[in-house]
């Protein structure tokens, strides 16, 4: 009876080991500033599919994992919508990326991305994750999460990782814009002063 018993905490011990490390490695993989960012095709609202390659012209990315359903998410739309506006035209379009399982999150399936999108005009691309396999590749956390990419001779450079901006609930509020600083700074040739904050937000669902 002994042996059983100690059988049996050991093998709780090694699946709760097991559980953690897979846990850790979700958190802590993905993409670091400096890091080559794998090239992807995701299904567009519009159907097509979309890669990073198809913008020839593009001198790097604003890729945004974002949702319909978190609030934080929502709460950034019209920041990032701003940010397509504004730096789609110099070189830095916005790609976003809906991350969320939709059995999970039905609110975030293909027919609401399609509706949000036309309620809100997005003028950028709106792809689903399927399958989920783009966002672990980024180590993408949270909606929103940003990765800003610069295209270089190796490939699309992960230049900054982490939130939009200093406040996650006013835009009126905001302090310190972190995107749009990283891309000026891009676009000036220097060093992006602030290359990694926490993004805030809901977690992927998965």
Known sequence: ???????????????????????????????????????????????????????EDAKGFIVTFTCNTCPFAVAYEDRVEALNKKYAKLGYPVIAIMPNNTDVKPGDNMEQMKKRAKEKGFTFPYLMDKGQKVYPQYGATKTPHIYILQKSKKGNVVKYIGAIDDNSRDASMVKEKYVENAVDALLEGEEIKVKETRAIGCSIKV
């Not at 802590?28 to 080559?36: R, T």
């Open 1 to 55: 009876m002994k042996k059983i018993v100690k059988l049996m905490v050991a093998a709780t011990m090694v699946l709760g080991v097991s559980a953690f490390t897979n846990g850790k490695k979700e958190i802590g993989d993905g993409y670091k500033v400096g890091d080559i960012a794998t090239d992807f095709k995701l299904e567009n609202i519009d159907g097509k599919m979309v890669s990073l390659s198809d913008f």
